[in-house]
């Protein structure tokens, strides 16, 4: 009876399926536990073996737990909105919809081989109508809530509306735009309709605003920053440039404070927090007011230094700053445009790691201090930025290295306001003892005293207000892309209106081209019938727009981040048409227990998920402030790269070995074509590219050619990614599975190396013999020696321990050592097999499946109870002493541990090994040391 794995895996994922046993219910006696991992963007390369690391961990943990009798919750889906499936779409004319569709159903194919237990009822695609109905509910209730600075969180606009109209809105506290006006009730209450929705807009957590963002010609779209790299767009590496354009914002900064405090409350990694924290940007200090010099114009800053306000040499403005066009002298108009232009090409994030570049143009305006009166010119410089602070600085050089170096580069003259300190790390740190100097009523002070006076003498003179800042800008939520959820809504002389929930969802309309109209509207532009009708409330014919009962849709789509903020809910409860998620099972699942995913989506959706988790609670639809109670980011596995060598200008190919000096240029070769040996199949390389049909290869004295390797990212672009369909038909999931955790601890990177499956195959084959005996299964019903019992109970401890812990490489490495002493005891007793079978089912399924099966039960292993660690079989009933016999041992003896000093001596003596030692004399004296040695002198 071998261990046919092919065949035991098929029988066990139909088993599965039909029987739906990982099926979670909405209520049980049993505690829950929600494990989730972050749901793949189906890309029609499929998986490879890198992409499942982190569902085997998360699956180990929810088997654990299901056999610890929790009620596990543990389902997957899809993100399936985005912007590779519609670039496809623009290249083949094939309906995102359809390339999404395939790609899912190969994505399942290829999840099913590795023998998840997910609860496939619950299944969520971010482009299904029925799913994004919830996403634009959320969106409309963003939209009808502003923020409460005083009583900190969300609250309904309708209660806004009520206060202005008793009370108008000076005493309010709200997050809002920088620029609304003060207001009475009586004034409000004789706005017209149209006022009234405009102020009402620059207090809503979801506006329309003209914002600076990164434009994507070649794309046609909007792109967050996280899918820039080094200037150029992630998907196709196209220019991005910086642009103004209306775009839908949330207003997660209301929310800043909030996200700091929580990450106390979460376990996750201090690395991710860091990244979070800093993100967020939490800065204290001051607002300062300069006048500009011959204009009615003020320009603002934050600084976290007031106390250095003395030494402002300059001030320099983001290029993007509003006020740059309306200041700029006409003598140096020409020079500043220039500049600008230049700077929109590049990104925020470009500009930020910048250190070295020094750059800038001088406006010609000047502004006041608010001191001294001293003229202060205004340069702008793209190492301020528009969307941070108030997109100017005032700038110290003796306190700021970068204020320092463009000051010296533009030769602008330095003030130096610090006791004996040039540009000192300590001056700008405000490290304690630091004495402020030439700066009028703050001669003498230390720094933190300065700063205080320095607040008030600003707030004395109406020139600033203590402050604090956030990094953390409002998130731009609009694309000009086609498939992505379309927002709820329609314009009525230009002001946004919401469809109601009854008639949602607003389903995304067939368009005919996926790019930008040639007026430059978004793909949604291309739509003929896109267009509410207010009386039948539904989508028709742009040709009925008539502005009094038929009104245009919104053009734009939301970003990828929309769906995938909240769907850990719509999993509680996936099938309800009536709400995003019943009560019941809101109150029941709470949230996530355990979250699995990249680190790299630390400051995009898993900052974004606790904006929205805390908005919902807030607005009474949640009763949890956190979306991720444990979070784990998962290591990358790397791809053992593979390279050919050409002679440089030349079609000509030189072995790894017989390189010696000569100009060569490395190009990735498939690792399909190279053997454990390192050795490549020429003439498969030769059939591989036409332009390689021709080439020389120079080869090693034996006939082959050798290849180089390199360990790198897995990737399709450099051939060495790793088909787990493959592996899962060569050696099974169950393989696959271990070898995987095998590799390394789960938060680290770590190489992938086919050859070294073996081994892990091979222990598997080992487990499969401890309960086949001469081709049959045979299990002894026996008791088991205390030796085995022995390697049952330190394996449970152990692995125990390595799950609750997340190392389960190590837990892989015990169970190799269990097996193998199992098989020296030639131990087949039920007492000791049959828990071993449940100990293993979370790392291999599928063998602990038929073995379960093997040894008489009828239900699924999942069902079992986990083996219990009993201490007992671990203490130690005897000791297996050294003999020695002047210090030297010739012998051992297994005695009883609790034996006395006499009774060890005179056993010892008695022995015959021990007369033989002896010879006929007698010793001097017998040392016995109880537990630990006996050693004989004479």
């Known amino acids: 009876m071998n261990y046919n794995f092919n065949e035991i895996e098929a029988k066990w994922q139909k088993y599965w399926a039909e029987n739906q046993t990982f099926k979670a219910s909405n209520s049980s006696d049993k505690p829950k536990y929600y494990v989730l991992d972050m749901f793949p963007y189906p890309s029609g390369a499929g998986l490879h073996v890198g992409h499942p690391l982190g569902y085997i961990a998360s699956d180990i943990y929810a088997r654990y737990k299901r056999h610890k009798g929790f009620n596990v919750l543990h389902p997957q889906g899809y993100d399936s909105f985005g912007l590779p499936a519609e670039q496809y779409a623009i290249q083949t004319g094939q309906h995102p919809a359809i390339t999404t569709k395939d790609n899912i159903a190969r994505y399942r194919e290829q999840l099913d081989k590795i023998g998840f237990s997910f609860d496939w009822s619950r299944e969520v695609r971010t482009s299904n109508?029925?799913?994004?109905?919830?996403?634009?509910?959320?969106?409309?209730?963003?939209?009808?809530?502003?923020?409460?600075?005083?009583?900190?969180?969300?609250?309904?606009?309708?209660?806004?509306?009520?206060?202005?109209?008793?009370?108008?809105?000076?005493?309010?506290?709200?997050?809002?735009?920088?620029?609304?006006e003060d207001f009475s009730a009586d004034a409000w209450n004789k706005f017209s309709s149209e006022e009234k929705q405009r102020i009402?807009?620059?207090?809503?957590?979801?506006?329309?605003?003209?914002?600076?963002?990164?434009?994507?010609?070649?794309?046609?779209?909007?792109?967050?920053?996280?899918?820039?790299?080094?200037?150029?767009?992630?998907?196709?590496?196209?220019?991005?440039?910086?642009?103004?354009?209306?775009?839908?914002?949330?207003?997660?900064?209301?929310?800043?404070?909030?996200?700091?405090?929580?990450?106390?409350?979460?376990?996750?990694?201090?690395?991710?927090?860091?990244?979070?924290?800093?993100?967020?940007?939490?800065?204290?200090?001051?607002?300062?007011?300069?006048?500009?010099?011959?204009?009615d114009h003020k320009v603002g800053v934050f600084t976290t230094r007031p106390d250095?306000?003395?030494?402002?040499?300059?001030?320099?403005?983001?290029?993007?700053?509003?006020?740059?066009?309306?200041?700029?002298?006409?003598?140096?108009?020409?020079?500043?445009?220039?500049?600008v232009e230049a700077t929109a090409k590049r990104s925020e994030r470009e500009r930020m790691a910048d250190v070295k570049t020094i750059s800038g143009a001088f406006t010609g305006a000047y502004a006041e201090h608010p001191f001294t009166k001293e003229p202060v010119p205004i340069w702008i410089g793209d190492y301020v930025l528009a969307g941070y602070g108030t997109g100017a600085v005032m700038a110290v050089p003796c306190g700021d290295q970068r204020d320092y170096d463009f000051a010296k580069h533009f030769k602008i003259p330095i003030k130096d306001i610090f006791e004996n300190a040039d540009i000192s790390e300590e001056a700008h740190s405000g490290k304690e003892g630091t004495v402020i100097a030439n700066s009028d009523f703050l001669n003498g002070l230390e720094y933190k005293e300065a700063l205080q006076k320095a607040i008030l003498k600003l707030e004395e003179i109406g020139a600033g207000y203590?402050?604090?800042?956030?990094?953390?800008?409002?998130?731009?939520?609009?694309?000009?892309?086609?498939?992505?959820?379309?927002?709820?809504?329609?314009?009525?002389?230009?002001?946004?209106?919401?469809?109601?929930?009854?008639?949602?969802?607003?389903?995304?309309?067939?368009?005919?081209?996926?790019?930008?109209?040639?007026?430059?509207?978004?793909?949604?532009?291309?739509?003929?019938?896109?267009?509410?009708?207010?009386?039948?409330?539904?989508?028709?014919?742009?040709?009925?727009?008539?502005?009094?009962?038929?009104?245009?849709?919104?053009?734009?789509?939301?970003?990828?981040?929309?769906?995938?903020?909240?769907?850990?809910?719509?999993?509680?409860?996936?099938?309800?048409?009536?709400?995003?998620?019943?009560?019941?099972?809101?109150?029941?699942?709470?949230?996530?227990?355990l979250y699995i995913g990249g680190s790299e989506h630390a400051t995009g959706h898993l900052l974004y998920s606790r904006f929205w988790t805390k908005f919902l609670k807030d607005r009474g639809h949640l009763k949890v402030e956190e979306p991720f109670k444990k979070l784990i980011n998962q290591g990358m596995i790397l791809g053992t790269s593979a390279f050919v060598y050409r002679l440089e200008g030349e079609n000509k190919f030189v072995s790894k070995n017989l390189i010696d000096g000569k100009s060569v240029q490395p190009i990735h070769a498939p690792v399909a074509f190279v053997n454990s040996s390192d050795e490549l199949d020429v003439e498969a390389f030769k059939n591989w590219r036409p332009e390689f049909k021709d080439a020389e290869f120079i080869t090693e004295e034996s006939g082959a050619y050798i290849v180089g390797r390199e360990v790198e990212k897995m990737s399709k672009s450099k051939y060495n990614v790793v088909n787990p369909d493959d592996i899962c038909e060569d050696f099974g999931a169950d393989t696959l599975r271990m070898y995987e955790m095998f590799l390394g601890p789960i938060d680290q990177a770590k190489p992938w190396n086919t050859a070294g499956i073996t081994g892990v195959h091979s222990f598997l084959k080992k487990l499969w013999k401890l309960y086949i005996k001469n081709d049959q299964f045979e299990v002894s019903e026996e008791k088991a020696s205390a030796e085995s019992l022995k390697t049952l109970?330190?394996?449970?401890?152990?692995?125990?321990?390595?799950?609750?812990?997340?190392?389960?490489?190590?837990?892989?490495?015990?169970?190799?050592?269990?097996?193998?002493?199992?098989?020296?005891?030639?131990?087949?007793?039920?007492?000791?097999?049959?828990?071993?079978?449940?100990?293993?089912?979370?790392?291999?399924?599928?063998?602990?499946?038929?073995?379960?099966?093997?040894?008489?039960?009828?239900?699924?292993?999942?069902?079992?109870?986990?083996?219990?660690?009993?201490?007992?079989?671990?203490?130690?009933?005897?000791?297996?002493?050294?003999?020695?016999?002047?210090?030297?041992?010739?012998?051992?003896?297994?005695?009883?541990?609790?034996?006395?000093?006499?009774?060890?001596?005179?056993?010892?003596?008695?022995?015959?090994?021990?007369?033989?030692?002896?010879?006929?004399?007698?010793?001097?004296?017998?040392?016995?040391?109880?537990?630990?040695?006996?050693?004989?002198?004479?």
């Open 466 to 593: 203590g402050k604090t800042n956030y990094r953390l800008r409002d998130a731009v939520f609009s694309r000009q892309r086609y498939w992505g959820e379309p927002f709820p809504v329609y314009y009525v002389d230009g002001l946004p209106q919401m469809i109601d929930l009854e008639h949602l969802p607003l389903h995304l309309p067939e368009v005919e081209k996926y790019l930008p109209t040639e007026t430059g509207e978004p793909p949604l532009g291309n739509a003929t019938d896109w267009a509410w009708d207010t009386v039948a409330n539904k989508v028709v014919s742009n040709d009925k727009i008539d502005d009094e009962t038929v009104f245009p849709l919104e053009l734009n789509t939301m970003p990828g981040w929309a769906g995938s903020s909240w769907y850990l809910f719509r999993y509680m409860d996936a099938g309800n048409d009536d709400v995003f998620a019943s009560e019941a099972a809101l109150d029941y699942w709470e949230n996530v227990d």
């Open 308 to 339: 250095t306000i003395f030494g402002v040499t300059f001030m320099t403005l983001a290029p993007e700053h509003e006020l740059v066009n309306e200041i700029t002298t006409d003598a140096q108009k020409e020079e500043v445009a220039a500049y």
């Open 200 to 295: 009402l807009l620059k207090y809503r957590l979801t506006y329309l605003a003209e914002t600076e963002v990164n434009w994507c010609p070649q794309l046609g779209t909007v792109l967050a920053n996280d899918e820039i790299v080094n200037g150029v767009s992630e998907r196709g590496g196209y220019p991005v440039t910086r642009k103004k354009m209306t775009q839908w914002s949330m207003r997660i900064s209301a929310f800043a404070e909030r996200l700091l405090k929580g990450l106390e409350n979460i376990d996750w990694t201090e690395s991710l927090k860091e990244s979070q924290r800093n993100w967020i940007g939490k800065s204290v200090g001051a607002h300062v007011d300069f006048k500009i010099q011959g204009t």
């Open 793 to 938: 109970h330190k394996t449970i401890k152990k692995v125990t321990e390595d799950i609750e812990n997340f190392s389960f490489n190590t837990s892989v490495s015990t169970f190799m050592i269990c097996v193998n002493e199992l098989n020296a005891q030639k131990c087949n007793s039920r007492e000791v097999l049959e828990p071993l079978a449940v100990l293993i089912a979370p790392y291999a399924p599928h063998i602990a499946e038929e073995l379960w099966s093997k040894l008489g039960h009828s239900e699924s292993i999942s069902t079992a109870s986990y083996p219990e660690f009993e201490e007992k079989f671990l203490v130690e009933s005897t000791k297996n002493y050294p003999i020695s016999f002047n210090g030297k041992m010739r012998f051992t003896m297994e005695l009883p541990m609790d034996m006395s000093k006499d009774e060890i001596e005179k056993t010892v003596m008695a022995d015959e090994r021990t007369q033989k030692q002896l010879d006929g004399r007698t010793p001097k004296k017998v040392i016995v040391v109880p537990g630990k040695i006996v050693n004989i002198v004479g």
């Open 129 to 180: 109508p029925e799913y994004y109905k919830w996403t634009q509910w959320i969106f409309i209730q963003l939209f009808e809530s502003w923020y409460d600075l005083e009583a900190d969180k969300s609250r309904p606009v309708s209660e806004l509306q009520e206060i202005f109209a008793a009370e108008g809105n000076t005493r309010i506290k709200a997050a809002c735009d920088d620029d609304v």
